[in-house]
């Protein structure tokens, strides 16, 4: 019973984010008793309808299915690609269904390989047809895609391993430990593509805001793990900030380069006044400083991107090219202040910038040991008392009118962008 008060709230959030994100000039229409009762499931199977497949099927189902069954019996839309999953009467092995052509597509693929690999093992490749051949047809319809649960691959739960297949993804079977934590895979990446409004979206943006200010305080572990989990459900401010760290302590470069290739699912990134502000002036830089043989995503930007960006790109380069152009960071809403944070993640490494620049201790000439000393800034990021922050983690910012920030000590961004002088300087991150 456990399992199936578990399976209900998240169902009916899933069913309440998927309606939420439905577009209804690009996505089929939603059912009618989908919308009216906000409810992507059917009604839930009976025990003697689980019981009934158990025996036909000759085993009994694992606990996470057998769960989700007595809530539901079937399931639309799980995930993107997957239209139809099936109710205790429709389940069948793989083998027994018309695509059985999945089991037949891997048995000529396992021909290809030797019988052992060097160690005496079995090939992988008839390693994965063995199990396609053994599984369980969870899938009813889907977008040359299926989901399988393997009867042979069980834990101390009972649970069977899960494996998502899809012929244009360019990998085998990917293995999950139950059906439960393949469902949930599922919903995490249709929030990645979707984006829906709802309560999954806003935890995670306000998960991003308080990681950006323990990273503030002097934290990285914690932050970065954060913006890691936050980039699972396709939050672009976890990536730019997560870019932001990462490029501090070591290859800025690389990391912009990576953030900022041009993908379709970019768009919105580019589109936003993050990237005019943050992102543009950083890939200017790299594309000025790239060896022959780096990724210069700018040049495929400039083919690619929607047009509006490509015309930022070329007002960017024409004032960058005007004489007395002096770089800059940041819009209106980099002085914006954090809210109150926990202190730094017990555990956590304190930021320390990798430079050899200066000695951490030389910053009695940097301006914000100045400003620091001139007493607390009303406007300025929450931070912990001076006795419980690490050593020179202050950041500040000058006058109103202006939206740089002085970065003080192992911050200092002429590291990154050593042609400029470590006078204004948008800090990290936002």
């Given at each position: 019973?456990?399992?199936?008060?578990?399976?209900?709230?998240?169902l009916e959030?899933?069913?309440?984010?998927?309606?939420?994100?439905?577009?209804?000039?690009k996505?089929?229409?939603?059912?009618?008793?989908?919308?009216?009762?906000?409810?992507?499931?059917?009604?839930?199977?009976?025990?003697?309808?689980v019981?009934a497949a158990?025996?036909?099927?000759?085993?009994?189902?694992?606990?996470s299915?057998?769960?989700?069954?007595?809530?539901?019996?079937?399931?639309?839309d799980?995930?993107n690609?997957?239209?139809?999953?099936?109710?205790?009467?429709?389940?069948?092995?793989?083998?027994?269904?018309?695509?059985?052509?999945?089991?037949?597509?891997?048995?000529?693929?396992?021909?290809?390989?030797?019988?052992?690999?060097?160690?005496?093992?079995?090939?992988?490749?008839?390693?994965?047809?063995?199990?396609?051949?053994?599984?369980?047809?969870?899938s009813?319809?889907?977008?040359?895609?299926?989901?399988?649960l393997?009867?042979?691959?069980v834990?101390?739960?009972?649970e069977?391993?899960?494996y998502?297949?899809?012929?244009?993804?360019?990998?085998?079977?990917?293995?999950?430990?139950?059906?439960?934590?393949?469902?949930?895979?599922?919903?995490?990446?249709?929030?990645?593509?979707?984006?829906?409004?709802?309560?999954t979206?806003?935890?995670?943006?306000?998960?991003?805001?308080r990681?950006?200010?323990?990273?503030l305080?002097g934290?990285?572990?914690?932050?970065?793990?954060?913006?890691?989990?936050?980039?699972?459900?396709?939050?672009?401010?976890?990536?730019?900030?997560?870019?932001?760290?990462k490029?501090?302590?070591g290859?800025?470069?690389?990391?912009?380069?990576?953030?900022?290739?041009?993908?379709?699912?970019?768009d919105?990134?580019?589109?936003?006044?993050?990237f005019?502000?943050?992102?543009l002036?950083l890939?200017?830089?790299?594309?000025?400083?790239?060896h022959?043989?780096?990724?210069?995503p700018?040049?495929?930007?400039?083919?690619?991107?929607?047009?509006?960006?490509?015309?930022?790109?070329?007002?960017?380069?024409?004032?960058?090219?005007?004489?007395?152009?002096?770089?800059?960071?940041?819009?209106?809403?980099?002085?914006?202040?954090c809210?109150p944070?926990?202190?730094?993640s017990?555990?956590?490494?304190?930021?320390?910038?990798?430079?050899?620049?200066?000695?951490?201790?030389d910053?009695?000439?940097?301006?914000?040991?100045?400003?620091a000393?001139?007493?607390?800034?009303?406007?300025?990021?929450?931070?912990p008392?001076?006795?419980?922050?690490?050593?020179r983690?202050?950041?500040?910012?000058?006058?109103?009118n202006?939206?740089?920030?002085?970065?003080?000590?192992?911050?200092c961004?002429?590291?990154i962008?050593?042609r400029?002088?470590?006078?204004?300087?948008r800090s990290?991150?936002r």
């Amino acid at each position: 019973m456990g399992e199936r008060t578990t399976w209900r709230p998240f169902l009916e959030q899933w069913s309440a984010e998927w309606i939420a994100g439905h577009d209804p000039d690009k996505d089929a229409p939603l059912a009618q008793e989908v919308v009216r009762d906000a409810w992507l499931g059917f009604a839930p199977a009976s025990e003697v309808e689980v019981a009934a497949a158990e025996a036909r099927l000759g085993r009994r189902l694992p606990p996470s299915l057998r769960e989700f069954l007595l809530v539901t019996n079937g399931w639309r839309d799980a995930g993107n690609f997957i239209y139809r999953l099936a109710g205790a009467a429709e389940l069948e092995w793989l083998r027994d269904t018309d695509d059985r052509t999945w089991i037949e597509v891997w048995e000529d693929l396992a021909e290809d390989d030797v019988e052992e690999d060097e160690d005496g093992e079995e090939a992988f490749g008839v390693q994965e047809a063995k199990v396609l051949a053994r599984c369980l047809r969870l899938s009813l319809e889907g977008d040359a895609a299926v989901m399988l649960l393997d009867p042979d691959d069980v834990d101390v739960d009972g649970e069977w391993a899960a494996y998502w297949l899809a012929s244009w993804s360019g990998e085998g079977p990917e293995r999950y430990g139950s059906f439960r934590g393949l469902m949930r895979r599922q919903w995490v990446s249709f929030h990645a593509l979707r984006k829906p409004p709802g309560a999954t979206r806003d935890h995670w943006d306000a998960e991003v805001e308080r990681a950006r200010c323990e990273a503030l305080a002097g934290a990285v572990d914690g932050p970065l793990s954060v913006f890691a989990q936050a980039h699972e459900y396709g939050r672009e401010r976890a990536d730019v900030l997560s870019m932001q760290m990462k490029a501090m302590l070591g290859d800025w470069r690389g990391h912009i380069a990576s953030l900022m290739w041009y993908r379709p699912g970019n768009d919105d990134l580019l589109l936003s006044p993050l990237f005019a502000a943050e992102l543009l002036p950083l890939l200017v830089r790299q594309d000025q400083l790239a060896h022959p043989h780096d990724l210069r995503p700018l040049e495929r930007l400039k083919e690619h991107a929607p047009a509006p960006v490509r015309a930022l790109v070329a007002d960017y380069e024409a004032r960058a090219a005007e004489p007395g152009f002096r770089l800059t960071f940041g819009g209106p809403s980099s002085t914006r202040p954090c809210t109150p944070s926990p202190t730094a993640s017990p555990g956590s490494r304190p930021f320390r910038l990798q430079t050899k620049r200066r000695s951490v201790r030389d910053r009695s000439s940097s301006p914000c040991t100045r400003a620091a000393a001139r007493g607390p800034n009303p406007t300025q990021c929450p931070t912990p008392p001076r006795s419980a922050r690490p050593a020179r983690a202050c950041v500040t910012k000058p006058g109103p009118n202006s939206v740089q920030r002085y970065a003080c000590g192992t911050r200092c961004a002429r590291t990154i962008l050593p042609r400029y002088p470590c006078s204004p300087t948008r800090s990290w991150p936002r």
